[in-house]
């Protein structure tokens, strides 16, 4: 068995003014149910590749406003033998149509993978066009909050919901997490 070693192989980068660095994401990502994917083909470079099982769909979430998908991060948690990542995704459902309750049972009950296009991916060599930031790829992302407010401006009523993946052995990146066409 080798032993890891974790050695830094190149210069930490300040503020390069050619190619700045950019906070947050894009409005439109996307949710897989985390049973629908056939494989995950994790490679160098922190890269991941989703491939669906025949027959099953991605789904597209739009989160509006100025600071969407406001509060999602990746957070390392001191661990006694090895650091590992927890990752968190914030969710705010506007829309509630008749099938919503459906969907509400399924969003707290199940089991996802997400990719958020994040601001600025493709402006260093680390991630070499892959500028989707991948949630769930290993543990999966669990609901382990969700709120209403019926007064709230910033939800319009609607449903904040929190995802949560913990243990995960590193961040991971996508270059295009749409596998095929979504819905």
């Given at each position: 068995?080798?032993?890891?070693?974790?050695?830094?192989?190149?210069?930490?980068?300040?503020?390069?003014?050619?190619?700045?660095?950019?906070?947050?994401?894009?409005?439109?990502?996307?949710?897989?149910?985390?049973?629908?994917?056939?494989?995950?083909?994790?490679?160098?470079?922190?890269?991941?590749?989703?491939?669906?099982?025949?027959?099953?769909?991605?789904y597209r979430v739009y989160q509006s406003g100025k600071q969407p998908w406001n509060g999602t991060q990746?957070?390392?948690?001191?661990?006694?033998?090895?650091?590992?990542?927890?990752?968190?995704?914030?969710?705010?459902?506007?829309?509630?149509?008749?099938?919503?309750?459906?969907?509400?049972?399924?969003?707290?009950?199940?089991?996802?993978?997400?990719?958020?296009?994040?601001?600025?991916?493709?402006?260093?060599?680390?991630?070499?066009?892959?500028?989707?930031?991948?949630?769930?790829?290993?543990?999966?992302?669990?609901?382990?909050?969700?709120?209403?407010?019926?007064?709230?401006?910033?939800?319009?009523?609607?449903?904040?919901?929190?995802?949560?993946?913990?243990?995960?052995?590193?961040?991971?990146?996508?270059?295009?997490?749409?596998?095929?066409?979504?819905?």
């Amino acid at each position: 068995m080798a032993i890891c070693d974790f050695l830094i192989t190149r210069a930490i980068q300040g503020y390069d003014c050619d190619s700045p660095a950019l906070k947050g994401a894009q409005s439109m990502g996307y949710l897989y149910n985390r049973s629908d994917i056939a494989s995950i083909n994790k490679h160098t470079h922190f890269c991941v590749d989703l491939t669906l099982k025949d027959g099953a769909t991605v789904y597209r979430v739009y989160q509006s406003g100025k600071q969407p998908w406001n509060g999602t991060q990746q957070e390392m948690v001191e661990g006694t033998n090895q650091n590992t990542i927890t990752n968190t995704l914030q969710v705010v459902v506007l829309k509630q149509d008749e099938d919503w309750a459906a969907q509400l049972f399924a969003l707290l009950n199940g089991e996802f993978v997400a990719a958020i296009k994040i601001n600025g991916g493709k402006s260093t060599d680390f991630f070499q066009g892959h500028d989707w930031v991948v949630l769930g790829s290993e543990a999966g992302l669990h609901c382990t909050g969700a709120v209403r407010e019926l007064y709230n401006d910033d939800t319009l009523a609607g449903w904040q919901l929190t995802f949560v993946e913990e243990g995960a052995s590193r961040i991971w990146y996508s270059q295009d997490p749409t596998i095929e066409s979504p819905t």
